[in-house]
C-alpha cells in the first residue's frame, strides 16, 4: 500500500540496503578440549571440566587466543582446563549480522540433528552473541552496555541430548527469564 511505498523510499533515499550475514568457516587443528560429562556441572576432579571452565575456554577459542600456556610479551597465559584430550579436528562456523530468534532455534535444531548418527565428537556447542550496544537486554530492560556489553548465551549439547545453557549478562542487565 501506501506506506510501503512511502517506507522503500526512505531506505532507497537514504541509502540503506538490507545486509545478508556473514558466515566463516574454519578448521580448528590439534586442539585441546575440556573433557565434559553432561551430569557433572561442577566438574570432577581427574574426571571433567566444569562448566565455568568450558565457558572461559570456548571464549579463549573464539577468540583466537593461543592455548599452549607460554609467556611471551604477555603478563598473563591460559592454557586449557584439566582433564583435556588432543582434538585433531574441530569445525568452527561463525555467523555475523542480525539473526532472528527463529533462525537460532533452527540452527540448534540442526545441531541435535548431528548427533542422529554415530559420530566421534561427544559434544558441540552453539554460542550466541547480542551486540554490545543493543538498546535492551532481557525483559525488555535497558542494556547496560556503557558498562560492559555482556550479552550472550551458549548452549552446550551432549551426544545424549542432554544440554548446558549458560548465560552472561552485564552487572546492571536484568536477568533472563
Known amino acids: 500500500g501506501a506506506e510501503g511505498s512511502t517506507l522503500m523510499s526512505y531506505f532507497s533515499k537514504n541509502q540503506i540496503k538490507a545486509l545478508k550475514p556473514k558466515i566463516t568457516f574454519s578448521t580448528l587443528r590439534d586442539l585441546q578440549c575440556p573433557v565434559l560429562q553432561s551430569n557433572e556441572l561442577q566438574g570432577k576432579p581427574e574426571e571433567s571440566c566444569s562448566t565455568e571452565e568450558l565457558f572461559e575456554w570456548l571464549g579463549a577459542v573464539l577468540n583466537q587466543v593461543s592455548l599452549d600456556n607460554k609467556s611471551s610479551s604477555f603478563?598473563?597465559?591460559?592454557?586449557?582446563?584439566?582433564?583435556?584430550?588432543?582434538?585433531?579436528?574441530?569445525?568452527?562456523?561463525?555467523?555475523?549480522?542480525?539473526?532472528?530468534?527463529?533462525?537460532?532455534?533452527?540452527?540448534?535444531?540442526?545441531?541435535?540433528?548431528?548427533?542422529?548418527?554415530?559420530k566421534l565428537a561427544c559434544w558441540l556447542t552453539l554460542t550466541v552473541h547480542g551486540f554490545a550496544d543493543s538498546p535492551v537486554s532481557w525483559r525488555e530492560s535497558e542494556h547496560g552496555f556503557h558498562k560492559g556489553g555482556e550479552n550472550l548465551y551458549n548452549f552446550v549439547i551432549f551426544r545424549n541430548l542432554d544440554y548446558w545453557l549458560q548465560m552472561a549478562v552485564g552487572t546492571y542487565d536484568d536477568c533472563p527469564p
Open 75 to 118: 603478563l598473563s597465559t591460559y592454557c586449557c582446563p584439566q582433564p583435556n584430550t588432543m582434538v585433531e579436528k574441530a569445525f568452527l562456523c561463525t555467523i555475523t549480522g542480525f539473526i532472528i530468534p527463529e533462525k537460532i532455534i533452527q540452527l540448534l535444531e540442526q545441531l541435535c540433528c548431528y548427533f542422529n548418527e554415530p
